[in-house]
């Protein structure tokens, strides 16, 4: 919002560099098999209502543009963004356009540096990944591809309101239908993994894996330190299992890491492992502090771009480590079009790989992005909460040659928008639309949704739980960027220890045991902050 947006004032955070870490390797067993955030199932116990928002039906032929202005209002603010040199959507501009995201890293790295006494660089604050950490209780599609619901609530500044655009797919299938996967472990044994809690908890989380996957799934190892090494060819499982938990076993750590190396290889054994009809991943388990050979984002994934584009074969970023490479794992999981999480201990691990481990391994959509278009006639400005490196350009939403978000079943995506509408402004408020590409045949699909000004909540600490859950989120990560002088506060935000509150609150009228770790991660924060 620029300097348009006249907030609060922030607290100064004092920020320390993070502590030790511990890794949960079951949780990327989870996210591998789901690739995405931990919304993987709905909760419509907490009140909350998807109707204010309407679903639409795909088949759009034409371009989205932006709404007719009206000539009688002044359109001289649209999006309002941090960064005055973008020129993908230069003000005034009433679209707004990203790839669609499901990452969580960012929010579980937070909690993990909160819990050890320091605040989080604000560089590694992505307010999405906080808000799609939380399960939703969107409305399923019947089928392939996603529902859009958008709904919003008015804040307690005056004029401001949150709008969230909510996009689901379907749940997951029975396990026995699913496609068996054929999965690559990328694994850092450098001597950072050395640490208790690092490999030893990776190699034990390995062997429950092991046990939990199907006969007809397919595993294999690669290994890197200053080099780079398949120990373990994609294996059938079947009665192979002793010789997987074997190559588990014989992880030691040792030496550098020279991460280029060990995507390079990975994807070798992948390419050289790939089975047809299976989902093929390689999943890269590393703290990300490359310090060896090359570690430039954009030059690893090029030279692994034909496996990526020809194959499908898609990279999964999981992090480790209380110093850890975020935003490298971040670029190299967008480029390799997958998504990265990060695990800190061994409960949050069996907890997801026990409980929300889904029953496929399919994809729903490729190069999947949103487009939402607001109407100049009831909204003077608004801004997109995050997604800061999703953006695309306005005229390639359409394009689908321009790369876009992979999302599978049972997934969620939430963007949060914070809008100033116009002084009495009453009817058509936003549209919102999802494009994307059926994994097999490429063919394009969209569906979309509307928002009026009418369908506003009047107050959004009395709006349906689960909008509360997201708005506490956003709000927590808005007051962890403090000290970015790229953003100025969202409207309506509260001081930490009044968002704690609320946070407990919507944590007790929901029974969700992840919302009260929020609550207590924020109260965290406001103790370090003072």
């Known amino acids: 919002m620029g300097n348009d947006h006249i907030g609060r004032p922030r607290r100064s955070l004092r920020r320390g560099r993070p502590g030790g870490a511990l890794l949960a390797l079951t949780l990327a067993g989870g996210l591998l098999l789901t690739g995405c955030s931990a919304s993987d199932s709905g909760d419509s116990s907490d009140g909350s209502n998807t ?18 202005p ?31 995201d499901v990452d969580t890293a960012s929010y579980g790295f937070a909690r993990r540096t909160l819990a050890d006494g320091r605040l989080p660089d604000p560089a590694t604050v992505r307010p999405e990944e906080f808000v799609n950490s939380f399960r939703q209780d969107y409305e399923r599609p019947d089928g392939n591809g996603f529902s859009v619901t958008v709904d919003g609530a008015r804040t307690d500044e005056e004029d401001w309101s949150l709008v969230r655009v909510g996009l689901a797919t379907r749940t997951g299938e029975q396990e026995g239908e699913r496609p068996p996967a054929a999965l690559t472990f990328v694994i850092d044994i450098s001597g950072s993994m050395a640490e208790p809690g690092r490999l030893d908890l990776a190699k034990d989380s390995l062997g429950v894996m092991t046990d939990r996957l199907r006969d007809d799934d397919s595993v294999a190892l690669v290994t890197f330190s200053d ?9 059938r499982l079947g009665d192979h299992r002793g010789r997987v938990h074997d190559a588990i076993d014989e992880l030691e750590p040792t030496e550098s890491t020279n991460l280029g190396a060990g995507v390079d290889t990975g994807y070798e054994t992948a390419v050289e ?27 690893i994934l090029e030279r692994i771009s034909d496996a990526r584009r020809e194959h499908g074969i898609t990279l999964f970023g999981v992090g480790v480590g209380s110093e850890y490479g975020d935003d490298l794992m971040e670029r190299l999981a967008d480029k390799g079009d997958g998504h990265t999480t990060y695990v800190s201990n061994e409960d949050d691990g069996h ?17 999947a992005k949103a487009q939402v278009a607001f109407d100049p006639a009831t909204v003077q400005q608004f801004r997109l909460i995050g997604y800061d490196n999703r953006q695309v350009a306005d005229e390639d939403f359409r394009d689908d040659r321009v790369d876009g978000g992979e999302v599978g079943p049972g997934h969620t995506v939430t963007a949060l928008y914070a ?32 928002l009026e000004t009418g369908s506003l909540d009047d107050g959004l600490w009395t709006s349906p739980n689960r909008f509360q859950v997201d708005a506490v989120a956003a709000y927590f990560a808005d007051a962890l960027r403090t000290g970015d002088n790229r953003w100025n506060p969202l409207p309506g935000a509260l001081p930490l220890r009044e968002l704690a509150d609320r946070a407990h609150r919507v944590a007790t009228a929901t029974e969700d045991t992840q919302v009260r770790d929020l609550a207590n991660a924020i109260e965290q924060a406001s103790e370090l902050a003072g």
Do not use: C
């Open 419 to 450: 809008v100033r509408t116009r002084p009495g402004a009453s009817g058509h408020l936003a549209t919102a639309s999802v494009r994307w590409l059926d994994p097999d045949t490429r063919t394009p699909h969209e569906e979309s949704g509307q």
């Open 227 to 235: 080099e780079a090494e398949t120990v373990l060819p994609m294996t």
């Open 51 to 68: 109707s204010r928002g309407s679903y639409g039906s795909g088949g759009l032929t034409g371009p989205l543009p932006a709404p007719a």
């Open 273 to 299: 492992g790939l089975r047809k009809g299976a989902t093929n991943r390689v999943v890269l388990i590393s703290d990300a502090l490359a310090n060896t050979g090359d570690t430039d984002a954009d030059s």
């Open 70 to 100: 009206d000539q009688s209002a002044d359109t001289s603010q649209g999006e309002q963004t941090g960064d005055a040199n973008r020129e993908i959507a230069p003000s005034p501009d009433y679209l707004s356009t990203f790839a669609l």
């Open 351 to 367: 907890k997801v790989f026990s409980e929300q481990l889904p029953q496929n391994v399919d994809l729903t959509a490729r190069d």
